[in-house]
C-alpha cells in the first residue's frame, strides 16, 4: 500500500494563472469531481484497489528517476510500467518525500553504528530502500522487515527471483528451482532454500533472511482484540528490544482511524516493551476541508480509493497530536512537503532540483505541497536517548 498518484492535480489552477491554456478554476474542478459517484466495491474489491496504489507509486518514482530527480538504480526492477512519465510536480513531490524520509532514517541507523537497528516497513509494497541501503559500503548494521498484503509480498518475491542484482542485495547468494517461470507471480511450492535465506514453500508467500524479511500479513489482523501473542511465528523475526523505527508511507490511512491506531498499538504496547527504543514515521496527505484538498479526495474516491484517517488526522497539529497520544513522548514533529523542499535541501540541491525540468506551475507546487506532510515521533526507551539526537537537531514546524 504506497502512496497513489493524484488524478487531475492541474485542473486545479488558480483562474489568475492559466498557464499553457490548460485552466480550470478550483471551484469548477471541485463541482466536477463531486459529481462523480465512487463505485460500490466489497471487501476484496477494495483490498484489490489499494494494493494496486503500489504501481503507481512505483511508476512515480522510476519516472522521478529517469528525469535525474532520484538516484535509484533498483526503481526499474518493480516498475510493471516504464517509460510513463509523469508531471514534474508529481516527479519533485516523489523527490522530496523520498529524501525527507531517507534523512531520517538515515540519522537513525547512523547514529552508533555499532548498535544494530531495526526497520518496520508497513504497507512497504514495492518500496526500494532496503536495497539501497543494503547496496552501501558498508551497509547499516541493521535488520529491515516488511509487511504488505500477500499479494503484494508474492509479486515483491516473484521479482527478487528473477534478478540476481536484487538477491544479492539479501546477503547470501540464492539457488531457486521453480516450475513457475512465467510472470503471473505465483509462488512455486517447490522452491528451495540457499545458506540462510528461506524462500516461501506454500500459498501464503514470506521470505527470511539474516538482514530482511518480508510477511505476507494483512495488517488488520494486528487490530483484532486478541492480536498474535509476540512469541507466534507471524513476526518471529522481528527482535522485540533493538531501537526500532516504524514506517508508514500512505499505508495506515487507508485504514479507518480506530483500526489504524490499534495496527500502532499493537506495536507501541503489545510487541514491544516500554524499555525498547522505539519510533514512527508518517507520509500521509492532509488538509482535505478547502478546495484542493476535496478535490483530491473526490478524485481518489471516483477511483474506490478512500483515505478513511485523513479527517481525523488532516492538519500538522493532529498528526503530532497523534503521535503523543500513541506514546511517542520523547518528541514529535510534522512538516508539509512544501517546507520539506524550502528548508531541508539546502541551497546547492535546491538549485540542482530546479533545474532538472522547468515548472512553470508553481502554484500547484504549492498546492500539492501544502496537502502531503512527513510526521515523526519516538520514544526513548531505557537508555535510548542518543538513537534519537539526529531527529532532535532537524528543522520542523
Known amino acids: ?110 547514529r552508533d553504528p555499532a548498535i544494530k537497528k531495526q526497520v518496520i516497513s508497513l504497507g512497504a509494497g514495492s518500496d526500494t530502500r532496503f536495497f539501497r541501503l543494503a547496496s552501501r559500503s558498508p551497509p547499516p548494521n541493521m535488520l529491515y522487515h516488511e509487511i504488505d498484503f500477500p499479494a503484494n509480498i508474492q509479486h515483491k518475491i516473484s521479482v527478487l527471483r528473477k534478478s540476481s542484482r536484487l538477491s544479492s542485495c539479501i546477503g547470501t547468494p540464492l539457488s531457486i528451482s521453480s516450475d513457475d517461470d512465467n510472470n503471473n507471480a505465483t509462488i512455486s511450492t517447490t522452491m528451495t532454500t540457499t545458506a540462510s535465506t528461506a524462500f516461501p514453500t506454500s500459498s501464503c508467500p514470506g521470505l527470511s533472511s539474516p538482514t530482511y524479511h518480508l510477511y505476507a500479513l494483512d495488517l488488520r489482523t494486528l487490530s483484532t482484540p486478541s492480536p498474535p501473542h509476540p512469541s507466534s511465528t507471524l513476526l518471529s523475526h522481528i527482535d522485540p528490544f533493538l531501537p526500532t523505527l516504524l514506517l508508514s508511507e500512505c499505508c495506515l490511512i487507508y485504514l479507518p482511524p480506530s483500526t489504524a491506531d490499534a495496527v500502532v498499538h499493537y506495536f507501541t504496547t503489545h510487541l514491544f516493551p516500554r524499555s525498547t527504543p522505539l519510533s514512527l514515521i508518517l507520509y500521509e496527505p492532509i488538509n482535505p476541508f478547502d478546495a484542493f484538498g476535496r478535490t483530491m479526495v473526490s478524485n481518489l474516491a471516483a477511483r474506490g480509493i478512500v483515505l478513511q484517517t485523513l479527517h481525523a488526522y488532516g492538519s500538522l497539529e493532529r ?15 510534522a512538516v508539509d512537503v512544501d517546507f520539506l523542499f524550502e528548508r531541508w535541501l539546502g541551497d546547492a540541491e535546491t538549485e540542482r532540483v530546479c533545474s532538472v525540468e522547468m515548472l512553470d506551475e508553481v502554484e500547484e507546487w504549492k498546492l500539492l505541497a501544502g496537502h502531503y506532510c512527513v510526521a515523526w515521533g519516538w520514544r526513548d526507551g531505557e537508555g535510548g536517548k542518543a538513537v534519537w539526537e539526529g531527529w532532535r537537531g532537524l528543522a520542523a514546524l
Do not use: C, H
Open 319 to 333: 498528526q503530532k497530536e497523534r503521535l503523543r497520544r500513541y506514546g511517542f513522548d520523547g518528541g514529535q514533529a
Open 1 to 110: 500500500m504506497a502512496a497513489p498518484q493524484i488524478p487531475n492535480l492541474l485542473s486545479l489552477r488558480n483562474p489568475k494563472t492559466p498557464g499553457r491554456g490548460r485552466a480550470r478554476t478550483a471551484e469548477a474542478s471541485s463541482s466536477t469531481a463531486f459529481s462523480v459517484n465512487p463505485p460500490r466495491e466489497n471487501g476484496a474489491s477494495k483490498d484489490k484497489t489499494v494494493q494496486q496504489t503500489d504501481q503507481d507509486a512505483t511508476v512515480s518514482r522510476l519516472s522521478a528517476v529517469e528525469a535525474g530527480y532520484l538516484d535509484d538504480d533498483f526503481a526499474k526492477e518493480f516498475a510493471e510500467i516504464k517509460g510513463q512519465k509523469r508531471f514534474p510536480i508529481i516527479n519533485r513531490g516523489t523527490y522530496v518525500r523520498t529524501q525527507a524520509i531517507d534523512k531520517l532514517v538515515d540519522s537513525f541507523l547512523s
